[in-house]
Protein backbone atom coordinates (compact mmCIF):
# COMPACT_ATOMS: atom_id res chain seq x y z
CA UNK A 1 0.00 0.00 0.00
CA UNK A 2 1.18 3.36 -0.73
CA UNK A 3 2.62 6.10 1.61
CA UNK A 4 1.71 9.10 -0.08
CA UNK A 5 0.67 9.98 -2.99
CA UNK A 6 3.85 10.72 -4.40
CA UNK A 7 2.39 13.79 -6.83
CA UNK A 8 -0.32 14.62 -9.65
CA UNK A 9 -2.66 11.81 -10.19
CA UNK A 10 -4.58 11.21 -13.58
CA UNK A 11 -8.30 10.29 -11.37
CA UNK A 12 -8.87 10.28 -7.93
CA UNK A 13 -12.21 8.61 -6.91
CA UNK A 14 -14.19 9.81 -4.23
CA UNK A 15 -16.60 6.68 -3.80
CA UNK A 16 -18.00 3.55 -1.88
CA UNK A 17 -15.99 0.10 -0.96
CA UNK A 18 -17.33 -2.86 -0.36
CA UNK A 19 -17.31 -6.74 -1.28
CA UNK A 20 -19.69 -8.21 -3.91
CA UNK A 21 -21.01 -11.97 -2.93
CA UNK A 22 -22.63 -13.12 -6.80
CA UNK A 23 -24.15 -16.04 -7.04
CA UNK A 24 -25.30 -16.42 -10.59
CA UNK A 25 -27.60 -18.82 -12.57
CA UNK A 26 -30.15 -18.46 -15.04
CA UNK A 27 -33.11 -18.95 -13.02
CA UNK A 28 -32.10 -18.14 -9.67
CA UNK A 29 -35.47 -17.42 -7.27
CA UNK A 30 -34.84 -17.69 -3.79
CA UNK A 31 -37.30 -18.59 -1.55
CA UNK A 32 -37.54 -18.08 2.08
CA UNK A 33 -38.79 -20.80 4.61
CA UNK A 34 -35.51 -21.85 4.29
CA UNK A 35 -35.61 -23.12 1.32
CA UNK A 36 -32.04 -23.91 -0.33
CA UNK A 37 -31.58 -22.85 -3.89
CA UNK A 38 -28.42 -24.28 -5.93
CA UNK A 39 -26.42 -21.27 -8.03
CA UNK A 40 -24.33 -22.38 -11.07
CA UNK A 41 -21.40 -20.16 -9.64
CA UNK A 42 -20.53 -17.98 -6.95
CA UNK A 43 -17.36 -15.11 -6.27
CA UNK A 44 -16.50 -12.76 -3.79
CA UNK A 45 -14.91 -9.93 -5.96
CA UNK A 46 -14.27 -6.08 -5.50
CA UNK A 47 -17.47 -4.27 -5.54
CA UNK A 48 -18.63 -0.70 -4.68
CA UNK A 49 -19.47 1.54 -7.95
CA UNK A 50 -16.12 3.71 -6.64
CA UNK A 51 -13.83 0.68 -6.17
CA UNK A 52 -14.65 -0.79 -9.54
CA UNK A 53 -14.07 2.14 -11.31
CA UNK A 54 -10.99 2.85 -9.20
CA UNK A 55 -9.77 -0.68 -10.94
CA UNK A 56 -10.97 -0.33 -14.34
CA UNK A 57 -9.38 3.18 -14.54
CA UNK A 58 -5.75 1.37 -13.40
CA UNK A 59 -6.31 -1.46 -16.11
CA UNK A 60 -7.11 1.37 -18.44
CA UNK A 61 -3.49 2.66 -17.50
CA UNK A 62 -4.68 5.82 -15.31
CA UNK A 63 -2.17 6.81 -12.33
CA UNK A 64 -5.90 6.56 -9.98
CA UNK A 65 -6.14 7.59 -6.18
CA UNK A 66 -9.09 6.44 -3.53
CA UNK A 67 -10.48 8.38 -0.85
CA UNK A 68 -12.79 5.73 0.32
CA UNK A 69 -13.71 4.09 4.08
CA UNK A 70 -13.71 0.72 5.37
CA UNK A 71 -14.24 -0.90 8.65
CA UNK A 72 -11.50 -2.70 10.49
CA UNK A 73 -12.34 -5.97 9.47
CA UNK A 74 -11.98 -8.88 6.90
CA UNK A 75 -14.35 -7.43 4.42
CA UNK A 76 -12.18 -3.67 4.75
CA UNK A 77 -9.27 -5.79 4.54
CA UNK A 78 -9.99 -7.76 0.79
CA UNK A 79 -11.22 -4.55 -0.40
CA UNK A 80 -8.00 -2.58 0.36
CA UNK A 81 -5.89 -5.76 -0.80
CA UNK A 82 -7.30 -6.11 -3.96
CA UNK A 83 -7.33 -2.42 -4.89
CA UNK A 84 -3.70 -2.53 -4.13
CA UNK A 85 -3.23 -5.65 -5.69
CA UNK A 86 -4.10 -3.50 -8.77
CA UNK A 87 -2.09 -0.73 -8.56
CA UNK A 88 -4.61 2.21 -6.73
CA UNK A 89 -2.91 4.37 -4.56
CA UNK A 90 -4.71 4.04 -1.52
CA UNK A 91 -3.15 7.10 0.87
CA UNK A 92 -6.73 8.57 0.99
CA UNK A 93 -8.22 5.22 2.15
CA UNK A 94 -9.53 5.39 5.77
CA UNK A 95 -10.14 2.25 8.31
CA UNK A 96 -13.14 3.52 10.81
CA UNK A 97 -12.49 0.77 14.06
CA UNK A 98 -16.11 2.08 14.88
CA UNK A 99 -18.03 0.63 11.66
CA UNK A 100 -17.72 -2.76 9.62
CA UNK A 101 -17.45 -2.60 5.74
CA UNK A 102 -20.32 -1.98 3.57
CA UNK A 103 -21.39 -5.57 1.99
CA UNK A 104 -23.26 -6.32 -1.41
CA UNK A 105 -24.97 -9.35 -2.14
CA UNK A 106 -26.13 -10.05 -5.70
CA UNK A 107 -28.48 -12.47 -7.65
CA UNK A 108 -26.81 -12.54 -11.09
CA UNK A 109 -29.05 -13.88 -14.33
CA UNK A 110 -26.36 -12.33 -16.91
CA UNK A 111 -27.68 -9.17 -17.92
CA UNK A 112 -29.60 -8.48 -14.82
CA UNK A 113 -28.92 -8.74 -11.30
CA UNK A 114 -31.03 -8.46 -7.57
CA UNK A 115 -29.10 -6.48 -5.48
CA UNK A 116 -28.65 -6.26 -1.56
CA UNK A 117 -26.62 -3.64 -0.01
CA UNK A 118 -25.99 -3.16 3.60
CA UNK A 119 -24.49 0.16 3.76
CA UNK A 120 -21.39 0.50 6.53
CA UNK A 121 -19.02 2.41 6.19
CA UNK A 122 -20.17 3.65 2.66
CA UNK A 123 -22.48 6.00 4.36
CA UNK A 124 -19.89 7.01 6.65
CA UNK A 125 -17.67 8.59 4.52
CA UNK A 126 -18.06 12.09 4.51
CA UNK A 127 -16.10 15.93 2.85
CA UNK A 128 -14.04 15.85 6.22
CA UNK A 129 -12.16 12.33 4.82
CA UNK A 130 -11.50 14.07 1.53
CA UNK A 131 -7.97 16.07 1.68
CA UNK A 132 -7.37 19.02 -0.24
CA UNK A 133 -4.71 17.37 -1.53
CA UNK A 134 -6.75 14.77 -3.42
CA UNK A 135 -8.63 17.30 -4.88
CA UNK A 136 -5.43 19.41 -6.26
CA UNK A 137 -3.12 16.64 -7.74
CA UNK A 138 -5.72 15.32 -9.91
CA UNK A 139 -6.48 15.64 -13.53
CA UNK A 140 -9.50 14.43 -13.30
CA UNK A 141 -12.32 13.61 -9.60
CA UNK A 142 -15.16 11.48 -9.81
CA UNK A 143 -18.00 10.87 -7.31
CA UNK A 144 -19.39 7.59 -7.06
CA UNK A 145 -22.55 6.09 -6.09
CA UNK A 146 -24.07 9.46 -5.00
CA UNK A 147 -27.15 8.00 -3.57
CA UNK A 148 -25.34 5.32 -1.09
CA UNK A 149 -22.97 7.62 0.36
CA UNK A 150 -25.23 9.81 2.54
CA UNK A 151 -22.43 11.96 4.37
CA UNK A 152 -20.97 12.90 1.64
CA UNK A 153 -24.02 13.56 -1.00
CA UNK A 154 -24.42 17.17 0.77
CA UNK A 155 -21.27 18.21 0.10
CA UNK A 156 -20.87 17.12 -3.20
CA UNK A 157 -21.33 19.95 -5.17
CA UNK A 158 -18.65 22.06 -2.75
CA UNK A 159 -16.49 18.97 -3.77
CA UNK A 160 -16.60 18.68 -7.49
CA UNK A 161 -16.26 23.18 -7.22
CA UNK A 162 -13.03 22.98 -5.24
CA UNK A 163 -11.46 20.35 -8.22
CA UNK A 164 -12.57 21.75 -10.82
CA UNK A 165 -11.13 25.17 -9.49
CA UNK A 166 -7.78 23.85 -9.06
CA UNK A 167 -8.08 22.51 -12.71
CA UNK A 168 -9.53 19.25 -12.74
CA UNK A 169 -12.11 17.80 -14.64
CA UNK A 170 -14.96 16.20 -12.98
CA UNK A 171 -17.47 13.22 -13.31
CA UNK A 172 -20.35 11.80 -10.77
CA UNK A 173 -22.25 8.35 -10.93
CA UNK A 174 -25.85 8.37 -9.11
CA UNK A 175 -26.23 4.88 -8.81
CA UNK A 176 -29.84 3.32 -7.39
CA UNK A 177 -31.38 5.65 -5.12
CA UNK A 178 -33.23 3.02 -2.72
CA UNK A 179 -35.19 5.59 -1.43
CA UNK A 180 -36.45 6.35 -4.86
CA UNK A 181 -36.44 9.89 -4.30
CA UNK A 182 -34.35 11.02 -7.20
CA UNK A 183 -33.58 14.53 -5.81
CA UNK A 184 -30.97 15.31 -2.74
CA UNK A 185 -28.68 17.32 -3.69
CA UNK A 186 -28.33 15.62 -7.03
CA UNK A 187 -28.91 19.09 -8.97
CA UNK A 188 -26.24 21.15 -8.04
CA UNK A 189 -23.60 18.39 -8.05
CA UNK A 190 -24.46 18.50 -11.65
CA UNK A 191 -23.58 21.97 -12.05
CA UNK A 192 -20.06 20.91 -11.13
CA UNK A 193 -19.82 18.35 -13.01
CA UNK A 194 -18.52 17.79 -16.08
CA UNK A 195 -19.75 14.28 -17.10
CA UNK A 196 -22.47 12.57 -15.77
CA UNK A 197 -22.98 8.46 -15.83
CA UNK A 198 -26.75 7.73 -15.16
CA UNK A 199 -28.22 4.18 -16.63
CA UNK A 200 -31.66 4.62 -18.34
CA UNK A 201 -34.02 4.23 -15.88
CA UNK A 202 -31.84 6.43 -13.22
CA UNK A 203 -31.45 9.09 -16.28
CA UNK A 204 -35.47 9.00 -16.29
CA UNK A 205 -36.72 9.23 -13.12
CA UNK A 206 -33.68 11.67 -12.78
CA UNK A 207 -35.29 13.72 -15.52
CA UNK A 208 -39.07 12.65 -14.82
CA UNK A 209 -39.98 11.24 -18.17
CA UNK A 210 -40.14 7.83 -19.51
CA UNK A 211 -37.59 7.80 -22.02
CA UNK A 212 -34.25 7.72 -22.30
CA UNK A 213 -33.73 9.87 -24.87
CA UNK A 214 -35.46 12.34 -23.78
CA UNK A 215 -33.98 12.37 -20.41
CA UNK A 216 -30.43 12.93 -21.78
CA UNK A 217 -31.70 15.57 -23.41
CA UNK A 218 -32.59 17.15 -19.86
CA UNK A 219 -29.87 16.14 -18.25
CA UNK A 220 -27.61 17.78 -20.93
CA UNK A 221 -29.17 20.92 -20.97
CA UNK A 222 -28.25 21.49 -17.04
CA UNK A 223 -24.70 21.72 -18.69
CA UNK A 224 -22.29 18.28 -18.68
CA UNK A 225 -22.00 15.83 -20.99
CA UNK A 226 -24.03 13.25 -20.37
CA UNK A 227 -23.72 9.62 -20.95
CA UNK A 228 -26.95 7.68 -20.36
CA UNK A 229 -26.17 3.63 -20.10
CA UNK A 230 -28.62 1.03 -22.01
CA UNK A 231 -27.24 -2.26 -20.72
CA UNK A 232 -26.77 -4.67 -24.11
CA UNK A 233 -27.64 -1.79 -26.09
CA UNK A 234 -24.92 0.35 -25.71
CA UNK A 235 -25.26 3.94 -24.83
CA UNK A 236 -25.93 7.30 -25.69
CA UNK A 237 -24.58 10.42 -24.93
CA UNK A 238 -24.71 14.33 -25.62
CA UNK A 239 -22.47 17.23 -24.89
CA UNK A 240 -23.96 20.42 -26.11
CA UNK A 241 -25.45 20.19 -29.54
CA UNK A 242 -23.42 17.41 -30.30
CA UNK A 243 -24.75 13.64 -29.62
CA UNK A 244 -23.73 10.26 -29.94
CA UNK A 245 -24.61 6.63 -29.81
CA UNK A 246 -22.66 3.31 -29.70
CA UNK A 247 -23.36 -0.40 -29.82
CA UNK A 248 -21.22 -3.05 -27.72
CA UNK A 249 -19.19 -5.43 -29.45
CA UNK A 250 -19.97 -8.90 -29.27
CA UNK A 251 -18.72 -11.36 -26.03
CA UNK A 252 -19.65 -13.91 -24.69
CA UNK A 253 -21.05 -11.78 -21.28
CA UNK A 254 -21.17 -13.93 -18.28
CA UNK A 255 -22.36 -10.79 -15.49
CA UNK A 256 -22.89 -8.12 -15.74
CA UNK A 257 -22.08 -6.41 -12.20
CA UNK A 258 -20.04 -3.49 -12.30
CA UNK A 259 -20.28 -2.53 -16.32
CA UNK A 260 -21.29 0.59 -15.83
CA UNK A 261 -18.38 1.32 -13.81
CA UNK A 262 -15.84 0.09 -15.95
CA UNK A 263 -18.22 2.11 -19.01
CA UNK A 264 -17.44 4.86 -16.56
CA UNK A 265 -13.80 4.10 -16.23
CA UNK A 266 -13.08 4.26 -20.16
CA UNK A 267 -15.52 7.15 -20.54
CA UNK A 268 -12.79 9.41 -18.11
CA UNK A 269 -9.95 7.65 -20.01
CA UNK A 270 -11.52 9.04 -22.83
CA UNK A 271 -12.10 12.62 -21.75
CA UNK A 272 -8.37 12.49 -20.07
CA UNK A 273 -6.83 11.72 -23.87
CA UNK A 274 -9.23 14.09 -25.27
CA UNK A 275 -10.77 12.45 -27.57
CA UNK A 276 -14.14 12.95 -29.35
CA UNK A 277 -17.27 12.48 -27.85
CA UNK A 278 -18.50 9.24 -30.30
CA UNK A 279 -14.22 8.07 -29.86
CA UNK A 280 -14.87 7.94 -25.97
CA UNK A 281 -18.48 7.00 -25.93
CA UNK A 282 -16.79 3.72 -28.46
CA UNK A 283 -14.10 3.16 -25.40
CA UNK A 284 -16.45 3.50 -22.75
CA UNK A 285 -18.89 0.95 -24.02
CA UNK A 286 -16.61 -1.55 -25.29
CA UNK A 287 -15.10 -1.40 -21.97
CA UNK A 288 -18.00 -2.24 -20.22
CA UNK A 289 -19.05 -5.20 -22.43
CA UNK A 290 -15.75 -6.89 -21.94
CA UNK A 291 -16.04 -6.52 -18.54
CA UNK A 292 -18.91 -8.64 -18.55
CA UNK A 293 -16.64 -11.56 -19.19
CA UNK A 294 -16.45 -13.08 -16.21
CA UNK A 295 -18.10 -13.02 -12.71
CA UNK A 296 -17.97 -10.03 -10.52
CA UNK A 297 -16.95 -6.18 -11.75
CA UNK A 298 -13.14 -6.69 -12.27
CA UNK A 299 -11.90 -9.38 -13.50
CA UNK A 300 -12.27 -8.90 -16.84
CA UNK A 301 -11.68 -5.43 -17.52
CA UNK A 302 -9.96 -4.97 -20.47
CA UNK A 303 -6.46 -2.70 -20.86
CA UNK A 304 -6.33 0.19 -23.57
CA UNK A 305 -5.15 -2.17 -26.02
CA UNK A 306 -7.42 -4.47 -25.92
CA UNK A 307 -10.42 -2.12 -25.40
CA UNK A 308 -9.09 -0.23 -28.67
CA UNK A 309 -8.74 -3.42 -30.77
CA UNK A 310 -12.14 -4.52 -29.82
CA UNK A 311 -13.08 -1.06 -31.08
CA UNK A 312 -11.40 -1.47 -34.66
CA UNK A 313 -12.76 -5.13 -34.82
CA UNK A 314 -16.30 -3.96 -34.50
CA UNK A 315 -15.74 -0.95 -37.03
CA UNK A 316 -14.44 -3.51 -39.28
CA UNK A 317 -17.36 -5.38 -39.68
CA UNK A 318 -19.54 -2.48 -39.43
Sequence with gaps: MSSDAGG??????????NPDAIVAG???????????????????????????????????????????????????RFVLD????????????????SRPTGITAALSRGDDRAILTFQGTIAAL???AVPAA?????????????????????????????????????SLDCGWDPRDEWAGGLDAALESANAFFPNGAEACRIARCNDPEE?????????????V??????????????????????????????????????????????????????LAVACGALSTRALGGVDAQPALAEALAVIGRSEARA
Design 126 to 128: DAA
Design 82 to 97: ELDRRGVDLVWCQVDS
Design 215 to 227: ALDRLAARGPTVA
Design 229 to 282: KLGGRGAIARRGSERAAATPPPVASIDATGAGDSFAAGFIRGMLDGRPLQETLN
Design 8 to 17: PLDLVVIGDL
Design 26 to 76: ADLEPEFGQAEVLADAGVLALGGSGGIVSSGAARLGLRVGHVGLVGDDAAG
Design 134 to 170: ALEQARHVHISSFYLQDGLRDDAADLLSKARAAGATT
